[in-house]
């Protein structure tokens, strides 16, 4: 059988829609996996024990399983928990749920890289935790875990091929079938891999130019 790119082209809808599913499943995955990081770190740090010790736990549990055991436990295992999710649900949870922990330790770091001293000076002015929190350390952290942040966010783009192994029809999923009807394996997969490697080269420049704006900025802020 010859390499024929021509069924590519006959198969383009459907290449499409897993493309754009993809990527709503990696921004969905990616906004709440951010807002569960900013969450959990905000706990660990600033409540009491009981509070921090089950999600340290949390963190530690998705960082130590593979990400696939995860999508089994969510999506197989879920009704035996009374969650019986759609594999579309299931993914963007499971997605937001490991990237969630790893997001936690790099706001967790972020929080701690600010010197004690300023946050000292703000209690003593009567500034609240809150506001502390708002208006001295995500100010100043955001410019040192941007690049971790968004080295996070290119690896979450990269585990959404993943999600096939629970049914989500995504690009690898849509690549997969149209493979095992027409035997052209090395046209699609090839086509898959550079459809990925394009995905992140742009969200890598993506990420680069908003380092560049937000550390312009901060500068700008601190003149």
């Given amino acids: 059988m010859t390499f024929n790119p021509a069924i590519l082209t006959d198969h383009w809808r459907e290449l499409l829609d897993g493309m754009i599913l993809t990527i709503l499943i990696w921004v969905g995955g990616t906004v709440l996996g951010l807002a569960i990081g900013l969450v959990v770190a905000t706990l660990q740090l600033f409540t009491n024990r009981w509070v921090a010790a089950p999600l340290?736990?949390?963190?530690?549990?998705?960082?130590?399983?593979?990400?696939?055991?995860?999508?089994?436990?969510?999506?197989?295992?879920?009704p035996s928990f009374g969650l019986d999710l759609t594999p579309m649900v299931a993914g963007v949870a499971g997605l937001a749920l490991y990237g969630g922990a790893y997001f936690s330790e790099i706001f967790r770091a972020g929080f701690l890289s600010v010197p004690p001293g300023q946050i000292e000076a703000a209690r003593m002015m009567g500034i609240s935790r809150l506001s502390i929190v708002r208006h001295v350390q995500l100010p100043q952290m955001l410019v040192i875990i941007l690049p971790a942040l968004a080295n996070m966010t290119v690896l979450l783009s990269k585990e959404t091929a993943v999600l096939s192994v629970i049914t989500v029809n995504e690009l690898t999923s849509v690549v997969q079938s149209i493979g095992s009807t027409t035997f052209a394996f090395a046209e699609t997969l090839l086509f898959l891999a550079l459809v990925y490697w394009a995905f992140l080269e742009i969200v890598t420049a993506a990420a680069r130019r908003l380092e560049k704006r937000v550390g312009r900025f901060m500068l700008r802020g601190q003149g």
């Fill in 56 to 78: 340290t736990f949390y963190v530690a549990l998705m960082r130590g399983t593979p990400f696939l055991i995860q999508l089994f436990v969510i999506y197989y295992g879920g």
